[in-house]
């Protein structure tokens, strides 16, 4: 079985197909995944994701991602959208009639739809789940969402302090703050123009700034649209390091306690194989 590197936005993943895997554990073992993440010259993944059976019925297939010092089980948006661009290239169709992947990945319902399609690049738009709370926090000041995976957002004043910030000292505190008992992903985002932000993120499990990270953009969309009032049916473009991309989401006029802060989610971007 052999690893294909994809990246999303410059968020990069080794892929494995894994259909007809009985046992993840034993084929994917922690220290596995830290040695297969950290064999490839001149080039270390963010994480290594493996493409599996479907797990329910009306899904293609089903998704497993694992950071890359082994740990597992939460989600990663731009691994959602290469996964689905690794299921065209397998020859792996949808079975539904819209030509829609659908997956499940760390226990929940996704989907996929290639948008454009180049070969080893193609333009992948990525369907979340509702997104059922948000909490603004004083201390530390930002806000916090799971968005798949748990993150902590930060407001800077604009791009230069975002551009110039040293992200591992100021990410840090924030990672292992006690508020945030099992650890937390940081996002530091700042205004653009035209309803645009700029993003940096540490990620857990890389335990280090990553080129994008999927989850860390939708979580900084919908805090950034609850901070600044918006409301309705919204497109936010985000401009990360390793690329460009774009949340549609709704969010309600009036937040009802029991209903969700946001719904109708998506997330666009490039993958490419390498």
Do not use: Q
């Amino acid at each position: 079985m052999e690893g294909v590197l994809y990246d999303g936005a410059g968020n990069l993943f080794l892929m494995f197909d894994g259909r007809g895997i009985s046992n993840l554990e034993v084929e994917f073992p922690s220290e596995r995944v830290v040695s297969l993440c950290s064999a490839l010259p001149d080039t270390v993944p963010d994480g290594l994701i493996v493409l599996l059976d479907p797990a329910a019925e009306g899904c293609d297939f089903s998704m497993h991602y694992f950071n890359r010092d082994g740990s597992g089980g939460s989600m990663c948006g731009n691994g959602g959208r290469c996964i689905a661009a690794f299921a065209r290239d397998l020859g792996i169709r949808p079975a539904s009639e819209d030509g829609i992947y659908r997956f499940i990945a760390a226990g929940k319902p996704y989907s996929a739809e290639i948008l454009e399609d180049s070969g080893a690049t193609k333009v992948v738009r990525l369907s979340l789940p509702d997104v059922e709370d948000a909490e603004n926090l004083p201390d530390p000041a930002g806000w916090y969402l799971d968005t798949g995976c748990p993150h902590f957002v930060s407001f800077l004043k604009d791009a230069e302090a975002l551009e110039t910030l040293d992200i591992a000292p100021a990410a840090l505190p924030l990672r292992h703050h006690k508020v945030f008992p099992y650890g937390v992903n940081v996002d530091f985002i700042a205004p653009l123009a035209n309803d645009s932000f700029a993003i940096r993120t540490f990620e857990r499990g890389v335990e280090a700034e990553t080129l994008a990270c999927g989850t860390g953009v939708v979580a900084s969309a919908i805090s950034a649209a609850l901070a600044l009032g918006l409301a309705g049916p919204l497109h936010l473009g985000f401009k990360a390091l390793g690329g460009n991309l774009s949340v549609d989401l709704t969010v309600p006029d009036e937040c009802k306690s029991g209903t969700p802060v946001a719904t109708d989610i998506y997330l666009t971007g490039p993958t490419r194989r390498h």
